[in-house]
């Protein structure tokens, strides 16, 4: 792996981004036009499909992770509903944290080809917070109709390239069906990682002051197989 491919997966380099027009949101170069044309077909089926989250740098997954593991950010089950901190273990917290977090460095947001989408016309007012949890998309949620229609586009690959690496709960990531991802480029950075570049990566300087460092070190196996491999294909 040459180091333009490093910085690139760890979320170290933006070179590979542009930003997506009419919003604050940057996305890999080569993936603009496809999600630009998934925004227009959404549009014309009555839908203002809009980006929460784009690509995150390594710092910024850091950070996410890192007030998790302190207990300053909420950590959540796989219902979506908020867990006691204090009564977690150290291995608790980590796996809570996985189930909807990504390990900094190897968060597919790195790569710039995954976005978190939402339809702007659903939401009851400007003063709606925005959750990402399974209540707004679930039968009855929000935004369910907007991820309704996305489910048939994506069965009927007319969904331009993108679809959901989260769709089903395969015992690792919690089903996120707001998670998107631009397939003919994603799954080529996917390939990259295997076992012994995870290992590798993983005793960087960038990890040295990571939260549960040692306990990630200690359970990496079933971090790298269970937590980042394991998407749908």
Partial sequence: ?????????????????IQIPASAFPIHKEALASFLKLRDSAQVNGFDLQVISSFRSFDQQKSIWNKKASGQKTLL???GEEIIFSKLSKEEVLFAILR????P?????????DLDVYDLNSLPGTDYEIQLTPQEVDS?????????????????QTSFGFYRPYQND???VAPEKWHLSYRPLSENFAGLLDDRVFQDLL???????LLLIDLVKE???????SYIQNVER
């Fill in 140 to 156: 009855g949620g929000i935004f369910y109709k907007l991820h309704n229609w996305l489910d048939h586009e994506i069965k009927n």
């Fill in 203 to 209: 005793d960087g300087e960038e990890f040295r002051d």
């Fill in 105 to 113: 460095g190897f968060s597919r947001h790195h790569w710039g080809t």
């Fill in 100 to 103: 909807w977090s990504a390990l």
């Fill in 77 to 79: 089950n796989s219902k």
């Fill in 170 to 172: 395969l015992g690792g």
């Fill in 219 to 225: 359970n990496s196996d079933k971090i790298f197989h």
């Fill in 1 to 17: 792996m040459n180091k333009e491919q490093k910085d690139l997966l760890l979320g170290l380099s933006i070179d590979h981004l």
